[in-house]
């Protein structure tokens, strides 16, 4: 695993151009645990896929000296197709391709891995079971022992605990700080406060520009969710594209 500063340089992500993110910049530490928060629309998935390269930037800049296979990547659940007819397993191999190739052969290592990740977010058992038939939060475990399995040294989570108990959220929480101490890079997107400032010791607080970035503390203070919460109530979806900064 392999981590690094990545740097954010004015970025500008727009769609048909208009913007979702906009002028944001800023340094993300190498080992640091980022909770990115703001109103729906607010650009934070965005923000998220510019960083993996799944978004071209419309201006400004994402630079690190990272691999696409350093990054692991959990989209928000509504973006996941659970249909496709693959055993939990399988699911969890999948994130073994950087070990594998995508069209290699798994390894029996591989096989024990992905054991004892379902061991780790308590799936043990559920090996074979199709992922259509498991609940959500089992769904959401299973997707934490890919990331496991993928060693990733920088993990991007696209609300990880959206519409998952209490239970459930506190042992994925368990593995983000377990993340966090080996000294990965983990970024979430997060709408729940009280948890931001439990677990998180950063915040960047985003209303498609940035209205504070650093101590969770800071950043998550009164003042600062008012004026993400007045931007948000000011957004024109129908507005032109921005002009490039002066
Ligand atoms: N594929 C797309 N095509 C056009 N517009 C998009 C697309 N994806 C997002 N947008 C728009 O970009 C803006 C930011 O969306 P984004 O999903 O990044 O926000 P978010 O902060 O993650 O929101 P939420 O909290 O609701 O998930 C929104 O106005 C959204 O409608």
Not at 94 to 117: D, I, M, Y
Not at 178 to 189: F, P, Q, S
């Amino acid at each position: 695993m392999s981590t690094a500063a990545i740097e954010l340089v004015d970025l500008t992500v727009a769609y048909e151009r208009h913007p979702a993110v906009h002028h944001v910049s800023g340094t993300i530490a190498a080992g640091s645990l980022i909770a990115i928060a703001g109103p729906n629309g607010a650009g934070k998935s965005s923000l998220l896929k510019a960083i993996i390269g799944e978004l071209r930037p419309t201006s400004g800049i994402v630079r690190h000296e990272l691999k696409r296979t350093d990054f692991g990547y959990l989209p928000q659940a509504a973006d996941i197709n659970r249909r496709f007819p693959i055993s939990v397993l399988d699911t969890v191999l999948l994130g073994s391709w950087r070990q594998t190739g995508a069209f290699g052969c798994v390894v029996p290592a591989a096989r024990n891995r992905a054991h004892k990740a379902l061991g780790v977010v308590g799936l043990e058992g559920f090996e074979g079971r199709s992922i259509g038939s498991l609940s959500a939060g089992q769904f959401q475990r299973v997707l934490f022992a890919r990331l496991l399995l993928q060693d990733a040294g920088v993990i991007l989570l696209d609300e990880p605990f959206t519409a998952i108990d209490a239970r459930t959220t506190r042992d994925l929480l368990d593995i983000v700080a377990r993340w966090h101490a080996e000294g990965r890079t983990v970024l979430a997107v997060l709408h729940d406060f009280e948890q931001i400032r439990a677990h998180f010791p950063q915040t960047l607080l985003l209303a498609r520009e940035t209205i504070g970035w650093g101590a969770t503390a800071d950043v998550m203070s009164p003042l600062n969710l008012g004026k993400a919460r007045a931007m948000a109530e000011r957004w024109d979806e129908s507005a032109g594209m921005c002009e490039p900064a002066a």
